[in-house]
């Protein structure tokens, strides 16, 4: 079956750090990854996805790259921001998002 | 532009007993999936309905059921309370089936005692 393993937190950074979150996962044929992200009290919000190997998905300074050999979809920032703390959950879907398989999520807290 | 609603916030059911948890969908939406999120988890995926039919399930028991109505707003009904549906439940709501993108609402948080 279809799973995602994400680094244990909870990640304590101090604000302008670069930041890493890595995601690893397991499918048949070729999935969707995304990246999701919930603020306190919010719903999860979409923050990036890629569709395809190699593809690259950003958004709001963050990045991410789909890649197959290593079966991985690490997170990347390269300066965090306060505004920055949340959960931060890997999914991956078998086509579209149908059916989306999360990971555990990783607390990111940025001290100021 | 409406986002997804859920409704009630919080909910205390004792085991045994049902419960129904209600979704309303973001405007032109005709897509609704429900989660289940335990505590320190991330979410697992309930089932789908696209225009009123189920459109594809996952690993839960039948107790889990759910409706959608002709506006598209959506409700999961949990038969049977047990301890461990203590949980937050989460709606999300897209285009159509084929969307990569979801929107989730904030969720209710049941909790069964």
């Known amino acids: 079956g279809n799973s995602v393993t994400q680094m244990e937190g909870p990640v304590t950074l101090s604000e302008e750090a670069f930041l890493t979150i890595n995601c690893t996962y397991t499918?048949?044929?070729?999935?969707?990854l995304f990246w999701y992200v919930q603020y306190p009290g919010e719903g999860l919000q979409l923050l990036l996805k890629?569709?395809?190997?190699?593809d690259k998905g950003s958004n709001k300074g963050f990045e991410a790259t789909y890649r197959k050999e290593t079966t991985s979809f690490h997170l990347e920032k390269g300066s965090v921001q306060v505004s920055d703390s949340a959960v931060y959950f890997c999914a991956l879907s078998p086509g579209s998002a149908r059916q989306l398989t999360f990971g555990s999520g990783t607390q990111l807290t940025v001290l100021p | 532009e409406t986002g997804v609603t859920q409704s009630p916030t919080h909910l205390i059911k004792t085991r045994g007993q049902q419960v129904t948890l209600r979704c309303s969908s973001q405007?032109?939406?005709?897509?609704v999936s429900w989660y289940q999120q335990a505590l320190g988890q991330g979410p697992q995926f309930i089932f789908q309905?696209?225009?009123?039919?189920?459109?594809g399930r996952g690993n839960f028991p039948p107790r889990f059921s759910g409706l959608q109505f002709p506006n598209y707003s959506s409700e999961l009904n949990v038969n049977a309370l047990e301890l461990d549906d203590s949980a937050l439940y989460l709606c999300?709501?897209?285009?159509?089936?084929?969307?990569?993108?979801?929107?989730f609402g904030p969720g209710t948080r049941l909790t069964v005692t």
């Open positions: 999300a709501s897209s285009f159509n089936p084929s969307s990569y993108e979801q929107y």
């Open positions: 309905y696209y225009r009123e039919e189920e459109n």
């Open positions: 890629a569709t395809k190997a190699d």
């Open positions: 499918a048949t044929g070729y999935p969707s």
């Open positions: 405007s032109g939406h005709n897509t």
